[in-house]
């Protein structure tokens, strides 16, 4: 790669560091705390919340990404354009291909990046993340187990916990047990800690005393302990498995999904069509580095239609991409429609590559650049008025 080839793609490959870094802290956060009630009101620790959160990760990364290099392009090309480093592209001699090529490598490094993601990393984060959720969901320990309130699970037994720690730990602990007849148990502990093994669910008590009332004759007796175990198993419901639909099954099963598959033998066309879109989802990354090229990739005079030129491809970009969303939905039933999401995206990349090895930059229609240049100079001016007022008041 020459040494200008390089500073194309460092130019482009930061910029799109940066905007996925921003982009995905945003949209993380988001999915982030969505999760954040659903573990919190479950009894969770902190720590679950973090691990929940970061399995949301690889899919984010698989719709942000691509974005973000799209933007790092336009950014890129707008840049080199209006720092005339365009200009002098065009006039060493140097061909198209001296800008299509550092593009094109960016493209195909998160191709690889995304076809890791939606082939691998996604289908296993997201079935972790169901097992997780569902054995969250299905333990009513940690419903039982609330910091504040007295719960009964059972007729004659009250529960109580003052606080939970950071580490999923309790404190205060108050147990009152009243399903036998003749005997009533009063337990008081300072600290304590759920632990399920094979053998069952067990409170295990620290530094507490046990009460025990003989209702028959009305005699009290008090027992000092250091550790008590309490058994809680016949309220925890455990862990089951989920029934896992297609994005949540490897890529290797979707190849070969096992018929006796109760979902698979229901709905087989999910499974055909998202395999598939695991497939194709990466071709997008490289249309994403190509077509901005069509609009951006030689030098302009002016700056008279750049505005427009950044407009319609994004559109195009936007417009391409929500119809191979929607075609996964449409392979379920028609089997056909696989190869126009294999089409669409290969197709409009070697399009726009060929447009632009040709030397024919496409310019937006007069009144699609007239009208995003009066738009542009609105929005400007309704910023710069809306400034102005507070300078002069103050």
């Known amino acids: 790669m020459k040494l200008i080839e390089r500073y194309i793609f460092t130019k482009i490959a930061g910029a799109a560091v940066m905007i996925f870094v921003a982009l995905g802290t945003m949209v993380w956060l988001s999915q982030a705390l969505r999760q954040f009630d659903l573990?919190?009101?479950?009894?969770?620790?902190?720590?679950?919340?973090?691990?929940?959160?970061?399995?949301?990760?690889?899919?984010?990364?698989?719709?942000?990404?691509?974005?973000?290099l799209l933007i790092a392009v336009i950014y890129g090309m707008v840049t080199l354009n209006s720092d005339s480093e365009l200009v002098v592209i065009n006039a060493s001699g140097a061909g198209q291909m001296t800008v299509v090529k550092p593009v094109i490598a960016v493209g195909l490094i998160v191709s690889f990046l995304v076809a890791a993601m939606t082939l691998y990393f996604a289908p296993l984060s997201l079935r972790s993340w169901q097992v997780l959720l569902s054995s969250v969901r299905g333990d009513i320990?940690?419903?039982?187990?609330?910091?504040?309130?007295?719960?009964?699970?059972?007729?004659?037994?009250?529960?109580?916990?003052?606080?939970?720690?950071?580490?999923?730990?309790?404190?205060?602990?108050?147990v009152s047990d009243e399903r036998e007849q003749n005997v009533g148990m009063t337990y008081l502990a300072e600290r304590g800690a759920i632990l399920q093994n094979p053998v069952g669910v067990f409170l295990i008590m620290s530094n507490g005393t046990i009460q025990q009332h003989n209702k028959i004759d009305d005699s009290i007796s008090m027992i000092e302990f250091s550790s008590y175990a309490f058994d809680l198993s016949s309220f925890s419901t455990g862990s089951t498995a989920p029934q896992l639909r297609p994005p949540e099954q490897s890529t290797l099963y979707l190849f070969n999904p096992d018929p006796e598959d109760p979902y698979f033998r229901q709905f087989p066309g999910k499974y055909r069509s998202e395999l598939h879109d695991r497939l194709s989802a990466p071709l997008y990354a490289v249309l994403f580095a190509a077509l901005p090229l069509v609009f951006l990739g030689q030098a302009a005079s002016s700056r008279r239609g750049r505005t427009a030129a950044v407009a319609t491809a994004v559109i195009i970009t936007t417009v391409l991409r929500a119809i191979g969303v929607f075609l996964p939905g449409m392979a379920e039933t028609n089997g056909a429609i696989v190869w126009l999401m294999y089409g669409i995206p290969l197709g409009a990349t070697l399009a726009s590559i060929a447009l632009v090895l040709s030397g024919n930059q496409i310019e937006p229609p007069e009144r699609v650049v007239a009208f995003?240049?009066?738009?542009?100079?609105?929005?400007?001016?309704?910023?710069?008025?809306?400034?102005?007022?507070?300078?002069?008041r103050g």
């Open 39 to 68: 573990v919190t009101a479950n009894g969770q620790t902190i720590w679950t919340f973090f691990y929940v959160s970061l399995l949301l990760v690889p899919a984010l990364v698989s719709i942000v990404l691509p974005v973000a």
């Open 141 to 174: 320990l940690t419903t039982i187990l609330k910091p504040g309130q007295f719960m009964q699970p059972a007729s004659g037994l009250t529960i109580n916990i003052n606080g939970r720690n950071p580490d999923g730990t309790l404190r205060g602990i108050f």
């Open 372 to 392: 995003a240049e009066t738009a542009f100079g609105r929005i400007s001016g309704m910023l710069r008025g809306g400034n102005q007022p507070a300078a002069r």
